[in-house]
Each structure stands twice: as structure tokens, then as C-alpha cells.
């Protein structure tokens, strides 16, 4: 495993600004933050040496090298979802990749379902913490200490300095903010309305298919998270509706300026 990633690493170095500290996954719906990074450059997923390949509608599959809130970061337009057939190795493979790259932080953005009757479509969620509702741990195997330990810690998988700060930006720029328990399920179907009942009973605010995965493995490596949900569905008992993969990428694509304006300022203030 290290002497594949190390060659993707070799490959990519050269094309990344040394000081490039800050990864960024854009999920469903969520791509277009990437029009706030300046300078950039592109690498398609299918130019860099054993990445994965992206195939779901609304992801373009790319990095995206640049600026952002006057720093460098690494962005990757379009993740790799375990639904799609990938297992959790690769599903984390690009996070693997931004440690060995050195990189500090890693900043994640989904599209989730809400069971918190709270919230309402087109709400910021800023995950405080997760539950690991999925089939397959990226952990599970052989332990390479020299991507982390064995048995990392997650008491505070969502960094949170990083969460103050997102929440004080919030503050200050009126935007509102959710807060709560990202589900992290397997889809790829949508939840039925008994399923989101019980992810609601569990203790979760939010359900969505990624993230999880990506999370545990930056942890793993040391990096500190940010990541938001944009609540995209509801399901909550009287108010679940049909959902398509569409009705999502529409609700996302209306909410995330604002996602987009935090994460940038975060950035700045880091
Ligand atoms: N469930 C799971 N994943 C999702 C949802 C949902 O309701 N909405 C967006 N991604």
C-alpha cells in the first residue's frame, strides 16, 4: 500500500505548491466552490497514478490545485463513493494521499438527509460528530504504523478549534448554521421513512453515503476535519417527500455559496 501511494505521491509533488497545507472534498451537488479557488490547476483523476476513477452523475473527478482564502489548497471535485462498487481503500485513497503529502487539514462537504425536525432544505449542518453505519471499516487490515495507529482515537473526529471558528464566521455573517450527528450509511438507496426514524433515534441529525470513511482515515493520519452537510432532503415523520438524486444536487447547489463562504474564511483564519 505505501509503495503505491508513494508513487502517486512522487508523481503529484511536483504539481502541488510545497506549502499546499489544506485538502478540500467537494461532494454532490457541491463542486462549484471550486469556481472561489484562483490560480488554478487541474488534474484529472484518470492522469494520476493509481487514483481511482470517478463515475457518478455531478462529479466531474478532478484535483484542483490553487487558492483559496489566500492560501493553497488541494481540492478534489468529485469523490469516490462506496456505493459505487470501490472499496474503502480506495474510497480513501486521495486522503492517503494529502498525508503523505503533508497536509494539516482536511475540509469535507456532503449532501445529507435531515432527520433533525428542526432543520429545513437548503440548511448548513456543521457535523460535530459522526456514527460509522457502514459495512466496511477503512481501518480494517493490517496496520501500517507509519500511517497512524492501530486503534486511533475519535473523541474529537471534528476538530474543534475549527468548529468554533466556522461557528463565530457563521455568527458574525448571519448565516445560519445546524449543528449535530452525521450518519454515514452505505445507500444507494435513499432511507425509508422507518430507517430514518431509527438513524433519528440512534442519535443522528443527518444521513448521507460518504464522508465517514474519509474522516476515520484522516484521523488516522493526523489530520484535523471541517466538514459540513447540506441538508438536501427531509426525513422527518409528515414531511418526507420522493427524492431523486436531482431534487439533491439542486438543494446542494442553492446552498452552498454560504458553505462556501465559511470554509473560505476558515480558511483564511487558520
Ligand atoms: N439519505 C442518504 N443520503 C443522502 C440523502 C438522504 O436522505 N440526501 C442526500 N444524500
Redesign the pocket.
Known amino acids: 500500500m505505501l509503495e503505491i501511494l508513494r508513487e502517486t505521491v512522487s508523481w503529484l509533488r511536483p504539481q502541488i505548491p510545497a506549502e499546499t497545507k489544506i485538502g478540500v472534498i467537494l461532494g454532490?451537488g457541491l463542486g462549484d466552490l471550486a469556481h472561489s479557488i484562483t490560480d488554478k490547476k487541474e488534474i484529472p483523476y484518470e492522469t494520476i497514478p493509481h487514483f481511482p476513477v470517478s463515475t457518478v452523475e455531478g462529479h466531474n473527478g478532478k484535483l484542483i490545485a490553487g487558492q483559496l482564502g489566500g492560501k493553497p489548497v488541494l481540492a478534489m471535485q468529485g469523490r469516490f463513493h462506496f456505493y459505487e462498487g470501490y472499496d474503502m481503500k480506495q474510497v480513501t485513497y486521495p486522503v492517503r494521499v494529502m498525508q503523505l503529502l503533508g497536509f494539516e487539514y482536511l475540509f469535507v462537504s456532503n449532501?445529507?438527509?435531515g432527520m433533525n425536525g428542526s432543520f429545513q432544505v437548503g440548511d448548513i449542518m456543521l457535523i460535530e460528530d459522526h456514527i460509522n453505519l457502514f459495512p466496511e471499516h477503512p481501518l480494517r487490515g493490517k496496520n501500517d504504523k507509519e500511517l497512524g495507529t492501530r486503534f486511533p482515537d475519535m473523541s474529537e473526529a471534528y476538530n474543534l478549534k475549527l468548529r468554533k471558528l466556522a461557528t463565530s464566521i457563521a455568527e458574525k455573517n448571519n448565516i445560519k448554521l445546524q449543528y449535530g450527528v452525521y450518519v454515514g450509511?452505505q445507500?444507494p438507496t435513499?432511507?425509508t421513512p422507518a430507517e430514518y426514524h431509527y438513524f433519528k433515534i440512534i442519535g443522528g441529525d443527518a444521513?448521507?453515503?460518504s464522508t465517514v470513511p474519509e474522516v476515520i482515515v484522516a484521523r488516522h493520519g493526523g489530520l484535523k476535519v471541517l466538514a459540513f452537510s447540506i441538508i438536501?432532503?427531509l426525513?422527518v415523520y409528515g414531511k418526507i417527500v420522493e427524492?431523486s438524486h436531482e431534487d439533491?444536487q439542486k438543494a446542494a447547489k442553492i446552498a452552498q455559496p454560504k458553505m462556501a463562504f465559511i470554509m473560505e474564511e476558515v480558511i483564511k483564519q487558520l
Open positions: 454532490t449532501a445529507a438527509g450509511t445507500g435513499f432511507e444521513v448521507g453515503m438536501t432532503d426525513g427524492v439533491v
